[in-house]
Structure formats: C-alpha cells, structure tokens
C-alpha cells in the first residue's frame, strides 16, 4: 500500500540516505526529471537533481520548508524534511509542491505575465502622476542627512501635515515623494502644485477646479483641480510661501474642513488629501511683513522638516557625484570614469549655495567640456574652483548657450534685486518660464539677494526677496 501510494501521489516524491544517495523516488519525480526510475535509484542525489540541498539537510538535520529550488530551468517549492531514529538523521524526505507538470509550468507562465502586467501598470501609474523617489534614492550617509531621512520615515506612517523647509536645490521633493511612497497612501495619487508658477488669475481653479459653465471660456465639462486629483492621496504644495493671501484663506479652510468649492459650485466636495509643503523661504519672517498668515502657518507647520544644506553635509558630496554621474552619463550617452583627484577637492570645498541641483549642473556641463576619460579640475566652472585657463579647451556651443541663459537670468533678478515678474519682464519671458529656468539651473536664492538698507527687515532676515503678487 505504500509503494502504491508513493506511486501514485501527485506531487514529485525523493527520498535519500544520509550520505545523499536516492533510495526511493516516485513516478511523478522521475517524469519530472526526464528519467527512468530504475537508473535514479542508488545514484548520488547530487548527479540526478539540480541545485539539490538533499545531502546538506542530512548534514544539519535542519528542515527546509517551501524552497525555491531552479529544476530545468523553472523556480520550484520545495520541502526537504530530515528523517530522525534515535536522535540521528537515516533518511531525508524531499518533495516537489506539484501535481502536475505541465499545469504547473502553465501556472508559472501566467504568473510571469501577470507579474509583468502588474510591473508595466505600476510604471505607468507612476509616470501619470505618481511619487517616483523613495527613501532609498536619497543618496548620502551623514548624520544631518540621516536624522531627516529618520524622522521623515517616521511621520511618513501617519496623516500629518508636513512642512518641508530647505534651501533651494536641497531635495525638498525627493523627500515628499519618498514620504508618499513610505506612507498608507502609496497607491494613491501624488500631485505637485508649484505654488511660484501659477498666475495668480489661476490659483482658484486650478487647485479647486471649477463646474461646467462657471466662466466664459470654460471647459464643458469642467475641470478637476488639484485637490480632487489628489483624493485619497498626498498633495505637495511646493513654494508655498508664493501662494496670494486671497488663497491662503482658502487654503486654510480646505485644511480646516476638508472640503473643497470648486468654481462655481452649488455646495462643498469633501476631500481626503495629505498635505506636505514645501518653501526655501523663512514663513515666520513672511509673517512679520504681513504676506503670510500666521493661522495657516501653524495648520501647516504640525511637524517641520529641516532638509539640510550640501555644505552642511559634505561628506556626500563624493557619493552624490558618484550617483549623479552615473545618471548623467546614461542621460546624455557620454562615458565618464568619475572625477580626479583635483577636481573631487574643488567640489569638496565649494560653497554650494545651490545645493545638490547645482552639483548636478555642474557636472553635467563638465561632461560636455572634458577632454578625457574622467571629469579635471579645467573641466570644471571657474566658480566652482576650474583652473583659470578652463575657457581654452573650447566649450560647445550647447554649453555656451547655457553658460549666456544662466548669466542673463542671474544679472536680470540682480538688477530688478529678487523682483521675479521685474526680472520675467526684462527677459522677455513669463513669471513662470523663469521660475522653471531657475530650477533647471538651480539659480540659489543667495545668487541675487536685495540691496539690504541697514536697519531695515531685508538686512535683518539676509535672504528676505521682494515679493510680487
């Protein structure tokens, strides 16, 4: 009877010594492996099954429960249970969890495909909208770097309101995304809203939308806003020390209620949205000059997170340019054996008042200007520590049209002296081309500061801008 039922079992059955030779098997196992059962019996374990563990487990006479295990090219679970007398291992058990081959390789097929459905359907919802940086792709290990990444991870658990401050280029939405994506949230939406890029006209509809026929020129069927796309997930405010006092007010209810009136509505929508913004500027200071309301400072700053600066953090700088440059170097196709030993202390010992998004423009205009294998200190901005004669290796033109865009950006906030719709204006260009040129080239806030006039709150506050509504 018991021949018979190993026989006749469905799932694949091996039983060997404890020196690993095959005493038994059944006709399952040996249609599984290709083989006749006859020239199984006796042989080595070893030289009949791939990637076997049966000698080792009679060895430890510690069982292996539901294994992977790769036979013929197909991931298998296995167990493999150590047969005790008298407190010593005589025999070890294995068996293959399947009852029929080819069902089960059909199995297997389907879930390669589904998994690989899932996969394209998770890229997708991602590239849509969703967050795409996690805690993981925030490079550094320092100290400053890892308390914020700590207690990042730690309020991403809850619903609180997050208060991102941080100097520009800083990472400040490498951090939202990540807290969204650590967060009860992450198969929810991820909407970012620059609050500096949006005309004011625009503020009401686009974060709250607006019904059919609310205005002239309306969409028919109306429009949702950022707050109804972001449902059941997490919003990032960002710049939100932009925002007009007009929204404020608005903005304060929403966070207060949790309601939304979109233009032209007859009542309220409930919303269930986390709120994390983010600002380079100080709101407390914003407050004293009455553009900041102080009830809508305390709603969002329930828990502030500092992102700290680049030159707070030095010892990333090599890690940073280590990453960076291995993303630059699949973006633009150009071969790099990271930075000599010269140019590695330039970038230790700059400033980096734009933080790591200045890192990152300077190493991308260093790829195109070397002349070698890895990046030299001539390679590299005279600002940021290049050798004086750095110009005579010939730019491309593509850097220089650059180099002008940024030099023409920082002369024109310069001149209007932080006014940013002054600055768009003598450019040429819109509020919001500008805001986006600034963070492509990661223009810091220090790289134009306002004529301070002693005594007065700009000299007192240092990096305080005019603001322009």
């Not at 492996?33 to 080595?44: E, K, S, T």
């Not at 400040?172 to 809203?193: D, N, Q, T, W």
């Amino acid at each position: 009877m018991l021949e018979e039922a190993l026989g006749h079992a469905y799932e694949g059955l091996l039983i060997t010594d404890v020196d690993g030779n095959i005493l038994k098997t059944n006709e399952a196992y040996a249609t599984f492996l290709g083989l006749p059962q006859a020239d199984m019996i006796g042989r080595h374990v070893t030289e009949v099954v791939e990637n076997t563990r049966m000698h080792i487990v009679a060895k430890t006479g510690v069982p292996e429960i539901a294994q992977l295990q790769k036979i013929r090219g197909h991931e298998m679970i296995c167990h493999r249970i150590p047969i005790f007398e008298s407190g010593k291992v005589v025999a070890v058990v294995g068996k293959v969890m399947f009852r029929d081959v080819d069902d089960l390789f059909t199995m297997t097929g389907r879930f390669a495909a589904l998994k690989k459905e899932l996969e394209f359907y998770k890229n997708e919802l991602h590239r849509r909208g969703g967050a795409k940086y996690s805690f993981s792709q925030i490079v550094g290990t320092s100290a400053a770097l890892e308390r914020a990444k700590a207690l990042a991870r730690k309020v991403a658990r809850s619903d609180t309101t997050v208060l991102l401050k941080g100097e520009s280029g800083t990472g400040k939405e490498l951090f939202a995304h990540a807290i969204h994506l650590e967060s009860a949230r992450a198969l929810g939406p991820f909407v970012k809203v620059n609050c500096a890029a949006i005309p004011e006209t625009l503020f009401e509809s686009e974060l709250f939308g607006y019904k059919a026929g609310a205005f002239t020129g309306a969409n028919r069927g109306g429009k949702k806003g950022k707050f109804a796309l972001a449902d059941k997930g997490t919003l990032l405010l960002d710049e939100v020390s932009e925002l007009p006092l007009a929204m404020q007010v608005k903005l304060l209810r929403v966070l207060q209620e949790r309601e939304i009136e979109p233009v032209g509505a007859v009542e309220p929508e409930s919303i269930d949205v986390r709120i994390i913004a983010a600002t380079n500027k100080d709101l407390e200071a914003l407050i004293a000059e009455g553009t900041f309301r102080q009830d809508l400072y305390y709603r969002l700053n329930v828990l502030k997170l500092e992102i700290p600066a680049l030159r707070e953090r030095r010892e990333d700088i090599a890690l940073l340019v280590e990453a960076l440059l291995r993303g630059l170097e699949k973006e633009t196709g150009i071969p790099v054996e990271g930075v000599d030993p010269e140019a590695a202390a330039s970038l230790q010992a700059y400033r980096w008042p734009g933080n790591v998004r200045e890192l990152r423009n300077v190493l991308e205009q260093a790829l195109y200007v070397k002349g070698g294998r890895a990046i030299c200190r001539a390679d590299l901005p005279r600002a940021v520590g290049g050798e004086p004669d750095a110009e005579d290796e010939g730019p491309t033109l593509k850097v220089l049209l650059r180099r002008t865009e940024q030099d023409a950006i920082r002369r024109a906030l310069q001149d209007a002296e932080g006014d940013k719709l002054a600055a768009a204006a003598r450019l040429g260009i819109s509020k919001s081309s500008l805001y986006a040129k600034i963070e492509q080239y990661g223009i810091a806030e220090e790289a134009h500061p306002p004529v301070a006039v002693p005594g007065s709150r700009s000299d007192v506050h240092g990096a305080g801008t005019r603001r322009t509504r």
